[in-house]
């Protein structure tokens, strides 16, 4: 079954802290995404990564990919109160015959307080 | 000028009735998805289409009933509405299947 968790579900945490989101998925695979939900708003993309090893950093956030652990990351550092989300990663899995399955995490709720 | 749109934004509707909604995408994307999220926040595939092609059907009703007249539209058309289908619906395209998903604003349907 083509599983995708994350964990925490949620996050709390103090405005100049760090602290990593974790995305773990059932079938290999080499492409993951990242984005940002604020609430009541439409999913943004934050992150493309495309091959193992693959690490993306954009202002406080870095995105990594574990393709061997099926793993990736979402670190943030120095927390600031507009990053306040939830965050999604999701996962694409080759169907064979050219096709993938686009399936999402579970999400991260976080919220940064001041 | 928006990239992939949706229409309506909000949707309140009785039991019983049938309702769509309509998707449309300017990126010139091959690929267009249908994404439902519940009130819990999970976000579950329901559809995917490749140039006009329907390529992933979930388990999803049969009262669920995507349509894509050209590889720029995919709507959706849902009959006999139940209560448990109240959610936020996302249309979402990509260049390819397999792709960075670029997502609409979402409609909120509420069934009572």
């Known amino acids: 079954e083509l599983k995708v968790e994350q964990n925490p579900l949620f996050l709390s945490m103090q405005e100049g802290k760090n602290y990593t989101i974790y995305c773990n998925y059932s079938?290999?695979?080499?492409?993951l995404y990242w984005y940002r939900q604020d609430p009541g708003k439409s999913l943004e993309s934050l992150f493309v990564?495309?091959?193992?090893?693959a690490v993306k950093q954009e202002g406080r956030l870095m995105a990594s990919l574990d393709t061997k652990a099926r793993l990736s990351t979402l670190h943030i550092t120095a927390a600031v109160h507009d990053l306040s989300a939830t965050y999604f990663c999701?996962?694409?899995?080759?169907?064979?015959?050219?096709?993938?399955?686009?399936?999402f995490g579970t999400g991260t709720r976080l919220k940064v307080l001041a | 000028d928006t990239a992939v749109s949706q229409t309506p934004k909000y949707l309140v509707t009785q039991m019983g009735n049938d309702k769509s909604i309509k998707c449309e995408q300017n990126?010139?994307?091959?690929?267009m998805y249908w994404y439902k999220q519940d009130s819990k926040k999970f976000l579950k595939i329901m559809f995917s289409?490749?140039?006009?092609?329907?390529?992933i059907n979930e388990t999803v009703p049969n009262r669920f009933s995507p349509k894509s007249p050209d590889k720029a539209h995919l709507n959706l058309h849902i009959n006999s509405l139940e209560l448990g289908d109240s959610a936020v619906y996302f249309c979402a395209s990509s260049r390819i299947t397999g792709a960075e998903a670029f997502f609409g604003q979402g409609t909120r349907l509420t069934v009572v």
């Open positions: 079938t290999t695979s080499d492409r």
């Open positions: 999701a996962v694409d899995f080759d169907r064979g015959s050219g096709t993938y399955k686009y399936i």
């Open positions: 289409y490749n140039n006009k092609e329907l390529i």
């Open positions: 990564l495309l091959s193992n090893g």
């Open positions: 990126l010139g994307h091959d690929t």
